[in-house]
């Protein structure tokens, strides 16, 4: 509850966090080009490809943002240190802080499914099963990759430039710019093995009715395995 109220505190995080990415599924979704079938990409609609970026997009900002951001400037200032002198031990924070991401997340993909739906006629999944199971494979690779950059960033400031760096490639491949069934082959395969772009791809398949591929499953979790392990061995409490 205390680091809920922290969060709220901090209007441009939440706004970024919460509010922007369903204010630019509506600005896509306002595009008339992007709500006609295209006989290139299936007959699907552009928009359609564009739900499940924006759902990896709200979780890229939380996860490569406001989680390293968060954890390093405690850090910095000592928090993680005194909280050792009290009952509150820090691993108590850091689950408050991974608890805190993962509910602004699923808010957030719910409210855009919501939008998407609604307002502009895009199918739910169909398969709810796998798209949950790659939600939560895409969340675990991403909360990783956060909690390494929190780990090994010196400050706040620095946790937040390295996690802005980080997201312009990882959301590149992810689809934001140009959708994966767009992307030329090589693209389209790097994106394979990058954490969002088999996120993307599974809760498009998800979406289609189909499972994850074995592959983008094998990728998130060997995201989540390599990341989380640095994390555990270069994170510092002070």
């Known amino acids: 509850m205390t680091e809920t109220k922290l969060f709220f505190r901090e209007p441009l995080a939440v706004f970024f966090m919460l509010a922007f990415p369903p204010i630019l599924l509506v600005i ?4 008339p080009a992007f709500r006609e079938a295209d006989p290139d990409i299936g007959g699907l609609r552009v928009i359609d490809l564009y ?10 900002m939380t996860a490569l943002s406001g989680l390293p951001q968060m954890l390093a400037t405690y850090r910095e200032q ?14 108590w924070m850091l689950g ?13 993909m719910l409210v855009l499914q919501a939008i998407g739906r609604v307002a502009f006629d895009v199918s739910l999944p169909r398969q709810a099963v796998a798209y949950l199971l790659g939600y939560v494979l895409s969340t675990l690779s991403m909360l990783a990759l956060g909690l390494l950059i929190a780990s ?3 400050s706040g400031k620095g946790a937040n430039s390295i996690g802005t760096l980080l997201f312009f490639p990882v959301m590149f491949f992810a689809g934001l710019w140009a959708p994966r069934d767009t992307m030329p ?3 389209r395969r790097i994106s394979d093995f990058t954490p ?9 398949d998800a ?7 074995l592959l983008h499953i094998a990728v998130m979790l060997g995201w989540t395995v390599v990341a989380g392990g640095l994390a555990a061995r270069y994170f510092r409490w002070e």
């Open 196 to 204: 969002l772009g088999a996120g993307v791809q599974s809760l498009q």
């Open 207 to 213: 979406t289609a009715g189909h499972w994850p591929q």
């Open 78 to 91: 000592g928090v993680l240190r005194r909280m050792r002198t009290t009952p509150v031990k820090p691993g």
């Open 185 to 187: 082959d090589l693209l």
């Open 96 to 108: 408050a802080q991974l608890l805190l991401c993962t509910a602004a997340s699923v808010a957030v």
């Open 28 to 31: 896509f979704g306002a595009i």
């Open 51 to 60: 739900v499940p970026v924006v759902v990896a997009m709200a979780l890229a």
């Open 152 to 154: 090994l960033a010196p």
